[in-house]
Structures are given as C-alpha cells and as structure tokens.
C-alpha cells in the first residue's frame, strides 16, 4: 500500500501562488503516476492535473492550464502541484492520488484511474 500526505494549503489573496506537495511512503512513488484532484463544498471532486510515473506525461484540466504546473521528485518520493494566479473559484480541499498501469494512461483524470488517495488540504483563496 501507498500512504499520502498533503501539506502546502492555505489562505492566500486573488493572484496569490501556493505549492502544494504530496508526499508519499510504503512504496516508492515511482512505481505510481501522482494525480491532484479538488472538491469544493458542495460540488463533486475534480480532477486538477496528473503526471505520469517519469514526469514525461502531464495532462492538465483547461480550468489550471497555463497557471498550474505539477512536478515530480521520486527521489524525495514526492509530487508538488505549483499553484500561481490563484482565483476563488480555485478555492476547495485539493487531493493528491495514486495510479499505475493502464488504467491510468487510459483515464487519468477520472478518480477511478487510481487507487491510493491523500486526506486533502484546504486551498482558500480570499478575493
């Protein structure tokens, strides 16, 4: 089993930046592709960007492309997510996840492409 970590939420103002890192133990992470996902009160989870288990594959929901970047350190078994120009409505508990295989190259930005998931931290963006 894979055990994940977030850490790196909090408030910060409109046009603000955070980096959110997922750390993870039990398995190397690179034996996994890292997923971010988010859930805003209310809404169902979504999913935010994904990396492949080398970095070379980096899909990106339209909503973050071009503010978000997500990275991966399988030395320090971690993944970030850097978060720049951030909104309200970027306001929600951001989750990281787990996948491997086929099934996440066939859907990585559905949650069901993974198996192992993170307790979430709390991203407020303030307006």
């Known amino acids: 089993h894979v055990q994940l970590v977030e850490s790196g939420g909090g408030l910060v103002q409109a046009g603000g930046s955070l980096r959110l890192s997922c750390a993870a133990s039990?398995?190397?992470?690179?034996?996994?592709?890292g997923g971010w996902f988010r859930q805003a009160p209310g809404k169902e989870r979504e999913f935010v960007a994904a990396v492949s288990w080398n970095g070379g594959i980096t899909p990106y929901a339209d909503y973050v492309k071009g503010r978000f970047t997500i990275t991966r350190d399988n030395a320090e078994n971690t993944v970030y997510l850097q978060m720049n120009s951030l909104q309200p409505e970027d306001t929600a508990v951001y989750y990281c996840?787990?996948?491997?295989?086929?099934?996440?190259?066939?859907?990585?930005?559905?949650?069901?492409?993974?198996?192992?998931w993170g307790q979430g931290t709390q991203v407020t963006v303030s307006s």
């Open positions: 996840a787990a996948g491997r295989g086929s099934r996440w190259y066939a859907n990585a930005n559905f949650p069901h492409a993974y198996s192992y």
């Open positions: 039990g398995r190397p992470f690179s034996d996994y592709a």
